[in-house]
């Protein structure tokens, strides 16, 4: 169970690991997950102190926390919430961008399942500042477990008049959505999102209008991820000063660190901003069996790779991009030196084949020649010729796709070669070594690829 | 004009008799032209008997004295020419017109045209010189079968290309010229 | 827009904006597509899921370009097809850049790997985007090496399109116009990644009356149409442009042939009027004009065996000019061109009608007609036009109001249609019906749902068929102050002569809110014949019968002597009709007629029966050459040069697309017969006809006033009873749509539609056939529970059994039973039960969807409609 990987900030810990527990404060309470542990532990106090100020003020208080967007872009959280018209002509929506789907990513679902509440209250304080009525939380449909207990919270949120018309009797009205998703990984982009929630195909929208002009139902809409939400109680009950205690002057706060592979303890760890791999290797009891890093992702395998050089890179969004890659979505994945990086990256470039929405041409195309050039290399049917083909379809993908899941999609093969080019290398060398029994085979496979070249007959016909 | 010179044009006579005779005898002796002659057309077939004509047009496109007329027509299940979902409805090519320029075998993307030697096609009507379809459709070798009929050598148009000859000896058909891969024929 | 060099010192004009492109400034307005700037340059940037009409959506990313803003440099190439200008933009496209080339050759070598080399047997082929782009930007050999992603094709989606996903390069245009354009969403992408597809519902095919401009707009070969497939190639095709036929919508169109044979239409451009679309109709049906048993000889009867026999041009015309020379001199001959026929061809029979048989008695409403619709012809809608009073599309588009009275846009126009619901998905319009029940057409020019939010404007105001007039002059008072808005519009269509007193209050109603009439009749040759006076009231250009300066001023033009022209007023069909039935006319020249649209079918073949002499000038066999003495042939639109006015007044000119065939318009025709009769009507070929009518010129004295007439309250139906509503479907059994079985496959299912109440007090349950009967006899139809006013049945004007004027000799707005039909059946029910000797109307099988190999070949010649050409 995930909740019982979370890392409690026990007092031993706390000097000798930069652990913040802050939202994971509750997770090991017992029955976290309920309403009543979570009134026990400060619940909904936030939610009466947000109720009392202007809904300007929220805005402005998110804005100085320096709070920023926790699903992989980074962007600050006060200034999308500025960006919703101040007179609603139209209903404003807030949504909850609770897709995870990144590989790696494991975060927002343990966040929903041991606390569901605190993303409930973040839910209707930001609604609130948003002068939104509307709430919709957009869950990965896989996670099903995780989907009944939002609706449990909800029903207890409702029952308990936090949610409803006149919350807490202030006249201010709330209706929260808990929508499953139908398990596609593009629909954790904003617009894909959006248009899937309104029932139509899971593509992403064209920008403009951005959702804070015609987002869901052509209305103001503001996406969110499930941790940038949930962090807004605390926000609202500590004061941005304390939020901007955590972490480092850009990137202020507490994130969850999502720890996964060949490590001794994997599991979520709340961590300031800026703390860096060693650090959290050490909180995660280090390498698994003692076997040394051979590479890691930063953040999801959207993000391009990092080696045990980058030990030391603060993880946070400037950290991560100073030393060539991307936050992301703070997912950890850690590989030690058994691991072969080709292989590896032949697995995520068929998440992102199988993944793709299909929209663009880069992106739908180019995945699915990418994925096949790497089966066959990992096959040992590469050459040298392919290594270069990879990189350059990459190049032709990167910032060419409609949007970022292409770009998601070659980082890691681009990251792979340029740091374990050898490896690739070898493969190819595998085929060369191989020559005789080789040369046998391709005379029978390439005959048809020989007398097609030469063979104009072929040329035009033959598909 | 100098005493030798009626002795040179004797020289000339003489030594033309050791040369070899340029008379042609024809139509008595027939000569052999050269491998590469551009003579009439030949629509070929596949191993199975299936043409090879797609009725693309493309010959029709290529040829500079627009002396082809394609029509395309459509495969069925019941009724198939040629494998794949299209075949040569009409096909004619007028011989008028034909300068023999062999643009149009470098045109045919499926080498269903392809000239032979066969160079006596003159004749003393307009409308014979019109070669349709059936003049110009190859012979059938042994082990083809006059279309229309079902794919034999594979499931579809692809098994035709790119394993034509391979399945057609699979299927038994006799070697020699009814079974030829493009490299076979090329150095034959 | 503005190139030049000296361009920072003029101010940017208003409302625009000033960037670079390629190191080239330029003025575009503000808003306007990278993509189009740099067109409008004379920069082609390739593309494919850009077009010109539909929504961006940059799902091709082939027309990336390099752009700075702000003199910021933006990270990432940009799609053109997605960006609007701004002030100050620097743009490089391929032609200056090389990121934005390795862009465009990147996606190119990424659109080839999957797409199948299969140039040689693609309908596309020689004319295909992607091939000429591949050629123009890609690379010249592929480094794919792996396996391609493959489909089963191709894969029928209506029985006119043919879908081969492999080719398919996802622009989704196809799916987009589908959406945007026609309000048909009946394709969609399936599936995702690499396995993306365009695909149907199953069991719902793609049945769109449009569904063939997703042929035309497709960059590549993925959508095919069967009727064309594996015809020809672009280069054998000579393409001709032209005006399409069918409708009064006028649409301009190419027609590609070969060797004398039409092999395909496409749509042509004309931003004023269809835009860049045209419907099924006019794109499939022209095999008509090549059937086999076209005319090309005239004919004779022969006396001996009652046969009609092939003739000389001198035999027949010797034969019909005396022929007709003795019905005028007996009792006279009346005249019924028809209401397909060219201005030209038209002015020709209303010259002749007057000059060669000195008579009015000429009408080319071969429909329901009225009299009152003749007063308002003559007052409100002759001598108007584009620039000159007339409603045009533009004013459609542009209207805050428009309401459709007794008008079924989609299928009697669908281009105007296509305009009514642009104006609705903009969002300004509000368009209104004036009709029975929530047709297609209506629902899709009211609620749109497309990209972007849902509209709902306007809305059905549902009346009792006949009862338009009486609810147009108690409109509900939104509605009445949305037409009061400046520049609404009121439409009026084919229906409305059957409708007593809707003309007048149409005008009243005009009158009071400022709205403007549009008159859009359901022929191609209905305006154009207004104008060239082939009515019992009306001489050509407008000029009223009953004005004698008017006459005056015609047999001046015309070169007759004073007084020489007839000055009684004519009868209309009906009256012709009736006349020639009783013996009171002896003769008959007969055009494209065809009896069966004509509200008394039988009266009709009486009438050809009982006159003495009967001249047909026509195509193909039809009721009017069974009972003929002499058969004229004349040319198709295809083989005859000419003008049709469209609804709007629009002179729509096209040339003759294939020549020397021998055939010869009406017009030639004509004028050799009245040759033969002694006259001179000066009208050999269309360009002479023109330019006399230009000579002509249009009555500028006083128009006749509007008709007043009082709508009557419609009939009360009694019990069993129920008011008829019809309306003649797009796709039917029209004569004109003969030969094309898979255009035939996308007709609507003929369904007989009443309301719940209606079908449960016939105890009728859902889709168990009903049979309605008039005074001519009776129908039976499947049933279809629809919403729509109690007491009221509606069935298709002449589709499949549903030939209503035949079967039960009523029309709309009339009395008719209902019973509940015994045997429940799937099928479309049988054809009457009560008319044994007519043979079954193959027709009907145009019900089943999808069906490749439907009807069309075989029908009879009594199902026939809008008779051949002529």
């Known amino acids: 169970m995930t909740e019982a990987n979370a890392q409690q900030g026990s007092p031993a810990s706390r000097e000798t690991a930069p652990l913040t527990p802050v939202l994971t404060r509750r997770w090991l309470s017992p029955e976290s997950w309920t309403l009543s542990t979570y009134e026990q532990l400060e619940g909904y106090t936030a939610l009466r102190t947000a109720l009392r100020a202007d809904p300007d003020q929220l805005v402005e208080l998110v804005k100085s ?86 609706h449990h919270a909800v029903r207890e949120a409702y029952d308990a008049g936090y949610l409803g018309t006149n919350v807490l009797g202030s006249g201010f009205d709330l209706d929260i959505v808990v929508h499953a998703g139908a398990g596609a990984y593009i629909c954790g982009e904003e617009t894909a999102l959006l248009d899937s929630l309104e029932g139509k195909r899971g593509q992403p929208r064209l920008k403009p209008p951005f959702p804070a002009q015609a987002g869901l139902y052509s209305c103001p809409t503001t996406v969110n991820n499930v941790e940038t939400i949930a962090s807004v109680p605390y926000i609202v009950n500590g004061g941005s000063d304390w939020f901007r205690a955590m972490g480092r ?80 979505t703070t997912a950890l994945m850690i590989f030690n030196e058994t691991v072969s990086v080709p292989w590896a990256v032949m697995k995520w470039t068929q998440f992102y ?46 910032g060419r796709s409609f949007c970022a899941l292409g770009d998601g999609a070659v980082s890691p093969i681009t990251s792979g070669i340029k740091y374990f080019r050898e490896e690739f290398l070898a493969l190819c060398d595998r085929n060369e070594g191989a020559r005789g029994t080789q040369d046998e085979r391709d005379d029978k496979a390439g005959e048809h690829g020989r007398s097609q070249a030469g063979d104009p007959a072929l040329a035009g016909a033959a598909r | 004009m100098g005493v030798f010179d009626p002795l040179k044009g004797f020289g000339v006579t003489f030594s033309t008799m050791f040369k070899k005779v340029v008379t042609e005898e024809y139509p008595e002796v027939k000569k052999i032209p050269a491998p590469r002659f551009h003579g009439k057309h030949q629509l070929n077939r596949h191993p199975d008997g299936l043409e090879k004509c797609v009725g693309c047009e493309l010959c029709a496109w290529a040829c500079p004295a627009d002396a082809i007329f394609v029509e395309g027509g459509t495969n069925t299940e019941e009724e198939r020419y040629s494998p794949g979902e299209r075949f040569g409805l009409d096909y004619q090519i007028n011989y008028l017109r034909c300068i023999g320029c062999g643009l149009c075998i470098e045109a045919c993307p499926t080498r269903s045209l392809t000239m032979t030697n066969e160079y006596e096609t003159a004749d003393d009507n307009r409308q014979n010189l019109i070669y349709t379809k059936e003049d110009l459709l190859a012979p059938l070798l042994p082990g083809m079968e006059q279309p229309p009929h079902p794919m034999r050598l594979g499931d579809d148009e692809q098994d035709y290309y790119v394993h034509g000859p391979d399945l057609a000896r699979g299927a038994g058909i006799p070697e020699d010229e009814t079974v030829e891969t493009g490299h076979e024929e090329a150095g034959r | 827009m503005t190139v030049a060099p000296e361009a920072d010192t003029r101010p940017v004009p208003e409302g625009h904006v000033r960037l670079t492109i390629d190191g080239v400034e330029v003025d575009a307005p503000e808003g306007e597509l990278l993509i189009r700037t740099a067109e409008r340059m004379g920069i082609v940037i390739p593309r494919f899921c850009d077009h010109p009409l539909l929504d961006p959506a940059g799902a091709c990313r082939q027309c990336l370009v390099e752009v700075e803003v702000n003199g910021r440099a933006m990270p990432k190439p940009q799609a053109s097809c997605t960006m609007t200008v701004s002030s100050g933009m620097v743009v490089k496209t391929q032609r200056t850049s090389q990121v934005a080339d390795k862009a465009q050759q990147g996606v190119m070598e ?67 116009f589908s959406k945007q354009i026609a309000g048909d969403p009946f394709i969609e992408l399936l599936e995702r990644g690499a396995l993306q597809q365009i695909g149907i519902a199953e069991q719902q095919p793609f049945q769109s009356y449009f569904s063939g401009n997703t042929i035309q707009i497709c960059p590549v070969g993925a959508l095919t149409s069967a009727d064309y497939r594996f015809r020809s190639r672009p280069f054998d095709l000579v393409s001709t442009p032209g005006v399409c036929e069918h409708c009064s919508s006028g649409c301009a169109q190419r027609t590609d042939w070969r060797r004398g044979r039409v092999m395909r239409r496409l749509a042509g451009e004309d931003p004023e009027v269809n835009e860049e679309w045209n419907c099924d109709k006019g794109r499939f049906a022209f095999h008509y004009a090549t059937a086999t048993d076209r005319f090309t000889r005239p004919m004779v009867r ?67 007609h009225s009299t009152e619709e003749l007063d308002f012809l003559a007052s409100t809608v002759v001598g108007t036009g584009p620039g000159d009073g007339a409603v045009t599309y533009a004013d459609l588009e542009s209207a805050p109001t428009v309401l459709c009275a007794a008008f079924e846009p989609e299928e009697e126009s669908p281009i105007v249609f296509l305009r009514l619901r642009k104006a609705a998905r903009k969002g300004h319009t509000k368009v209104f019906h004036l009709g029975q029940w929530d047709s297609p057409g209506v629902e899709k020019t009211v609620d749109i749902v497309g990209s972007g939010s849902p509209i709902h404007s306007g809305g059905l105001l549902p009346c009792p068929p006949g009862g338009e007039a009486e609810m147009l002059q108690e409109l509900p008072a939104e509605v009445d102050e949305a037409l009061c808005r400046a520049g609404s519009i009121l439409v009026l269509g084919e229906r409305a002569a059957r409708v007593p007193g809707l003309y ?15 008159w859009i009749p359901r022929r191609a040759g209905e305006r154009g014949a207004v104008e060239a006076g082939t009515l019992p009231t009306l001489l050509p250009g407008g000029r009223p019968v009953a004005d004698a300066a008017a006459r005056a001023d015609l047999e001046q033009t015309w070169g007759l002597e004073r007084g020489a022209l007839p000055v009684a007023p ?38 050809l029966r009982s006159a003495e002499f009967v001249v047909s000038l026509e195509l193909r066999p039809s009721a009017a050459t069974e009972h003929a003495d002499v058969v004229l042939p004349i040319a198709p639109t295809v083989e005859k040069s000419g003008t049709f006015l469209n609804w709007e007044g629009r002179a729509r000119e096209f040339g003759s697309t294939i020549e020397r065939t021998g055939a010869v318009p009406d017009c030639r025709v004509l004028d050799t017969l009245a040759v033969e009769m002694d006259v001179d009507l000066f009208t050999q070929t269309p360009a002479a006809v023109s330019g006399e009518i230009g000579r002509l010129g249009s009555y500028s004295g006083r128009r006749p006033q509007a008709p007043r007439v009082a709508a009557p309250s419609p009939p009360r139906p009694g019990p069993g009873q129920a008011l008829l509503a019809t309306w003649r479907q797009l796709l039917d059994n029209g004569s004109l749509q003969d030969g094309e079985p898979h255009l035939a496959g996308t007709a609507r299912p003929p369904v007989a539609r009443l309301s719940a109440g209606t079908a449960g007090r016939l105890g009728l349950a859902e889709h168990q056939p009903v049979t309605v009967s008039g005074p001519a006899g009776a129908l039976t139809l499947a049933s279809e529970i629809t919403e729509m006013p109690d007491g009221v049945v509606w069935l298709p004007g002449n589709s499949g059994p549903s030939r209503v004027n035949r079967e039960l000799g009523v029309g709309h707005g009339a009395l008719v039973e209902l019973a509940a039909a015994e045997a429940p059946s799937t ?22 969807l999808g069906s490749s190999t439907g009807p069309g070949g075989g029908r009879t010649d009594d199902s026939r409609t809008d008779g051949g050409e002529g």
Not at chain 3, 831 to 841: H, I, K, L, Q, V
Request: a negative charge; proline letters at 7%.
């Open chain 3, 110 to 176: 990424l659109l080839l790997i999957n797409h199948p080399l299969d140039c040689p047997v693609c309908d596309k082929g020689g004319e295909c985007p992607l091939q000429n782009q591949a050629l123009k930007h890609g690379r010249s050999d592929s480094r794919f090496r792996d396996s391609k992603r493959t489909f089963a094709k191709p894969v029928s989606i209506s029985s006119q399109i043919l879908l081969d996903r492999e080719r398919c390069v996802l622009c989704q245009r196809c799916t987009r």
């Open chain 1, 353 to 398: 084949e199988h993944e793709s929405c299909g929209k663009c041409t880069p992106c739908r195309e180019g995945c699915f020649w990418l994925a096949q050039v790497l089966e066959r290399m990992v096959d040992g049917r590469g050459t040298e010729e392919d290594i270069d083909t990879l990189l350059d379809v990459c190049d032709n993908i990167l």
């Open chain 3, 504 to 518: 007048s209050a149409a005008v009243r109603v005009a009158e009071r809110t400022g709205a403007r009439i549009a």
């Open chain 3, 827 to 848: 099928s479309a029910g049988p054809s009457t039960g009560d008319n044994p000797a007519r043979p079954d109307n193959p027709a009907g099988a145009a019900t089943q």
């Open chain 1, 249 to 328: 002057e850009k990137s202020p706060g507490p994130k969850i660190y999502s720890i996964s592979g060949h490590v001794e303890n994997p599991g979520q760890y709340e961590a300031p901003l800026g703390t860096t791999l060693r650090e959290l290797l050490e909180l995660a009891g280090g390498m698994k069996d003692g076997i040394p890093l051979k590479f890691w992702t930063p953040g999801g395998s959207s993000t391009p790779l990092f080696t045990a050089d980058h030990l030391d890179v603060p993880l946070d969004f400037e950290g991560a991009t100073e030393a060539g890659s991307m936050l992301g």
């Open chain 3, 302 to 368: 022969d006396a001996a065996t009652g046969q009609l026999r092939d003739s000389s041009w001198t035999e027949a015309l010797r034969i019909a000019a005396d022929g007709l020379m003795a019905a005028r001199d007996s009792r006279g001959a009346g005249v019924l061109p028809g209401g397909r026929l060219t201005v030209e061809d038209a002015y020709a029979y209303s010259k002749f009608a007057r000059m060669a048989l000195g008579t009015n008695d000429i009408d080319h409403r071969a429909r329901a």
């Open chain 3, 570 to 607: 004519g009868r209309d069909v009906d009256g012709i009709l009736a006349a020639a039935a009783s013996g009171e006319l002896s003769g008959l020249l007969v055009g494209g007629v065809d009896p069966n649209d004509l509200p008394d079918p039988g009266l009709a073949e009486q009438a």
């Open chain 1, 65 to 150: 926390a320096g709070l920023r967007g926790r699903g992989g872009a980074g962007f600050p959280a006060g200034v999308k919430w500025g960006f919703m018209p101040k007179e609603p002509s139209k209903p404003h929506y807030l949504v909850i961008n609770a897709d995870e789907g990144e590989p790696g990513t494991c975060k927002d679902v343990p966040l929903m399942m041991a606390d569901p509440h605190s993303l409930i209250e973040g839910c209707i304080i930001a609604s609130y500042a948003m002068r939104a009525n509307h709430c919709m939380i957009y869950v990965r449909g896989e996670a099903l477990h995780c989907v009944r207990r939002l």
